[in-house]
């Protein structure tokens, strides 16, 4: 099989493309052949940050992240699926590849008419932003704001915010040439990250980016209002700002519901398979070949992808 090694020391070629044997697996494990894998902000942080050690060809471990693609065999004591099933989800590492190791609780069944391109942006981003959308505790009417609103969690949160009832939403986005595509998803109003104000307070706030924008986020709701961070970019605010109007800020992360409530994980992703099947959502991402996987970091790292951006790999 073909799969991405990672050597970040390599400024020159940090990635190769490599020919292995797939790998074998164990109890409790799937061996899954890819259709679609992501590439996400997180791959660029490892690659420019140093996170992972690297090993004596300054390699280092593939990172994890979403896949769609079928189940071709089963480690020992697996339950509840067959060789054949379409299924995505989240793998821990090595995701860039055509064979992948799953574990059941992080993977799911993908209904035969989504697309893996789409299937793929909904078993990860719009989990995200429906469940940013519970711990925000939204209800219909209210309005919402929506920081990165055209990455591949937040233009799902626009729709996601549409579709529920939202009475206005918002979309925050770094630069006026993404304004169409937020509007597209379903956004009454678009300001800038750099803007003095971003228009009315609002009910609630989802916020991907995290750093300074936690704070004017706080600074854009209404009283009594939810700011719900689901970011890794980290951000500081000043507590005393919320007291006066009765604010409330929520740290959010997918990872411990789907280790502790998985349940609710499956109730949630076949509420956005129906949500999908409607026409609710039209989830939107850019896909290369896994070859040009250096192409999908700088499209990242620049900020200019609209939507999620994913890998072919079959």
Partial sequence: MRRVRFRPQDLVEPFVIEEVAAPVPGPGQLLVDTEVVGASLGLVRMLRGGAAAAGPGGEVPGPGGEMVGRVVALGAGVEGFRVGDRVGGVVFENVHAQSVLAVPAMVTAV?????????????????????????????????????????GAGHLAVQLARALGAGRVVAAVGSAGKADFVRGCGADEVVLYGQDTWGDPVDLVLDGVGGELVQRGVDALAPHGRLVAFSAGGGTVDAGGLLGGLKSVIGFSIGPISRQQPELIERRRAE?????????????????????????????????????????TA
């Fill in 272 to 312: 956005l398979w129906d949500l999908h099947a409607a026409g609710h959502l039209r989830p939107a991402y850019e896909a290369l070949p896994l070859d040009r996987i250096a192409e999908a970091v700088e499209l990242i790292e620049s900020r200019r992808n609209h939507g999620r951006v994913l890998l072919r």
């Fill in 111 to 151: 209904p035969p008419q989504v697309g893996s391109a789409e299937a793929l942006a909904l078993v990860r981003g719009g989990l995200v932003a429906l469940s940013a959308l519970r711990a925000g505790r939204f209800e219909r009417g209210e309005s919402v704001l929506v920081t990165a609103a055209a990455s």
